[in-house]
């Protein structure tokens, strides 16, 4: 069952040896209602499977950093260039020109609560990209509770929550940042899984900030972000599931016509993999890589990696046959309880009889049928 970060996300440091710090900050009590924010940057794509599991246990929109420059090799020649970046901004932290350019990000910080940082050390330091998106958006996070969760090969941690505490002076700290490193990255999904337990977060589901997509009967959640497009989208929903025929393009998308339109606020945004789109106020595309364009954004599907939205969003083919809605019960159900091909009884997706059928899915006669 999915947690919801509906209270407080709290920091987690663990060390090893030398490195052992705790954090200076008194806990802070976990007792408020929030919507939570992970935002992570990932170079190896280890950062992404962390993120990939801790989105299948909790709550929480998600937003990846990149960098504007793209194709560079930060490693390269004994990691001189990731070392030069990190030069660049400890010679002048203060200096918005010292941090390298990031592409511009669609979600603001300042709509959330509770704030997840999802980061890779590069060199005992917090990795440049990263750096550059907290010091731009530091502001829109203060008073807001962050947590931190930092990968590495080996190497403690210490150094990159100096960092966070250097970029983010105005947040509160509720604990000790949580140190995935190689030694321990296969038991990623365990280890922020007992954290998250540990932090006793609400595991209540909030279904208007969730939507469904189901396709050849597997469903996947789709976390919604807080825009005119998703309210207007979850008010659709509420009347009954939406059916659509969705073609493979570009190499990046499958796309289609929702058959309505939806309040469109377009911006140029790069898209990434697991990013559900509104294009043109009435289509709607689903990606399983990367494309920039002027789009509405409407959420991500969750705790899917590339290659395996790839294959639930059936990459290359065309008339894919698509269901939304608001419940996630579409897969409870894969044959009819019905034997009688003549009954005429409406019953649920899991099969029990429906004594008072409205607007929804429901089987009747041996098949699918939409009120």
Request: proline content about 3%.
């Amino acid at each position: 069952m999915k947690h919801i970060l509906l209270l407080l996300t709290t920091m987690l440091l663990c060390c090893c040896s030398s490195d052992n710090e705790a954090m200076a900050e008194e806990k802070s009590p976990i007792n408020e209602i929030g919507k939570t924010l992970v935002v992570y940057y990932s170079y190896t794509g280890n950062c992404r499977e962390i993120v990939n599991d801790l989105t299948t246990q909790i709550e929480a929109d998600v937003l990846e950093i990149q960098p504007a420059e793209k194709g560079l090799k930060y490693e390269a020649n004994g990691y001189a260039l990731g070392t030069q970046l990190l030069n660049a901004i400890k010679a002048n932290p203060n200096d918005a020109s010292s941090y390298p350019a990031i592409d511009p990000v669609t979600i603001s910080a300042d709509e959330y609560q509770n704030i997840i940082i999802v980061t890779p050390l590069w060199w005992s330091q917090m990795a440049a990209p990263m750096q550059t998106y907290l010091f731009n958006n530091g502001s829109k996070m203060a008073g807001k509770r962050v947590g931190l969760i930092v990968s590495s090969h080996s190497s403690g941690i210490s150094g990159v929550v100096n960092d966070a505490k250097r970029l983010l002076p105005d947040v509160t700290w509720s604990g000790d940042a949580l140190w995935i490193n190689a030694s321990n990255h296969a038991n990623r999904s365990v280890l922020t899984g007992n954290w998250l337990d540990k932090q006793n977060f609400d595991k209540k589901q909030n279904a208007m900030n969730k939507m469904y997509i189901t396709i050849d009967g597997v469903t996947k959640s789709v976390t919604l972000i807080d825009n005119a497009a998703t309210k207007a989208l979850v008010e659709k929903l509420q009347n009954a599931p939406v059916n659509v025929s969705l073609n493979s393009s570009g190499g990046f998308e499958i796309w289609g016509a929702l058959g309505f339109s939806l309040p469109k606020s377009d911006q140029q945004t790069t898209a990434q993999p697991g990013d559900v789109i509104l294009y043109n106020g009435s289509n709607i595309c689903m990606f399983y890589d990367t494309n920039s364009w002027s789009y509405t954004r409407l959420g991500k599907i969750d705790g899917l990696s590339e290659n395996e939205l790839r294959t639930f969003l059936k990459a290359g083919e065309n008339n894919i046959s698509v269901t939304l809605s608001l419940s996630s019960v579409t897969t409870a159900i894969h044959s009819s309880k019905i034997t009688n091909a003549k009954d005429e009884k409406y019953y649920s997706l899991n099969g029990n009889v429906t004594t008072n059928a409205q607007h929804g899915i429901y089987i009747k006669n041996g098949k699918k049928v939409i009120l």
